[in-house]
């Protein structure tokens, strides 16, 4: 006998009525409850409370931010804000917006005036992924890290002080896309002179390491215009 699941519940953190309206109705549409809110505060107090299956932030509200607020909910010690998915509402379509909203810890963007059909996708995109359970990995798949040593499917690996910095802030970020200013600021510190090149340069014989000892793996992946972010079979929590 199947069984039927709850409909998701999304927090819509939207001030504007126009722009909320628009999109609670497309999310009502496709079987989704949505609980809008107008400002930062009732978002965290509901968020805290009873977490969503997905939060929509906008970014500027009546008192605070949207960023501010993801980044509170990565930062924080509730496992479910940690992990919740995040789509960011913005202004404007700026590159900076959308490394702002990505280092925040958002999931995805989406710059206004958007799509409702765009903004479905993305949302059902996510939902769909929070929702799936990966099967069990093979030992053979994970990657371990002690702070001064690594493993790829129990092969140490031999890197450099660099690289494994590296690969030690891309696996901290759980996924997440990390800007390429980030990692320099966080891996060579933030009075390094170093240029974005620097880092495209570690990253790709930090991959050839990873690929000697998995060749079937490509863990790093590179997204456009954003930077980079860690996506592996399997995972093992700092020793």
Not at 92 to 106: F, I, K, N, P
Not at 138 to 152: C, I, N, S, V
Not at 160 to 171: D, I, M, P, V, Y
Not at 195 to 217: E, G, I
Request: charged share 30%; glycine share 8%.
């Amino acid at each position: 006998m199947s069984v039927s699941l709850p409909a998701p519940r999304i927090l819509l953190l939207e001030d504007d009525p126009a722009i909320a309206g628009t999109v609670a109705f497309v999310f009502e549409r496709e079987g989704w409850r949505v609980e809008q809110v107008l400002l930062v505060r009732e978002a965290d107090r509901l968020a805290r409370a009873d977490p969503p299956a997905l939060a929509v932030l906008d970014v500027g509200l009546p008192d605070g931010n949207g960023l501010a607020l993801c980044r509170a909910w990565r930062a924080g010690s509730e496992p479910r804000l940690r992990t919740l998915p995040v789509v960011m509402l913005t202004a404007q379509g700026e590159e900076m917006d959308r490394v702002l909203g990505l280092e925040a810890g958002a999931d995805d963007y989406v710059a206004k005036p958007f799509s409702p059909r765009e903004l479905v996708a993305r949302v059902r995109a996510l939902l769909r992924r929070a929702a799936w359970t990966p099967p069990p990995a093979a030992p053979a798949a994970m990657l371990e890290l002690d702070g001064q040593r690594a493993w790829l499917g129990g092969r140490p690996l031999d890197l450099t002080r660099l690289e494994l910095g590296l690969l030690q802030a891309l696996w901290r970020a759980e996924g997440r896309i990390r800007s390429r200013s980030a990692l320099l600021d966080e891996v060579w510190g933030p009075d390094c002179e170093a240029s974005d090149r620097t880092v495209d340069t570690h990253v790709k014989t930090l991959r050839a390491k990873l690929r000697d000892a998995r060749p079937d793996l490509d863990p790093i992946v590179t997204h456009r215009g954003l930077g980079y972010a860690l996506e592996l079979v399997s995972r093992t929590p700092p020793r």
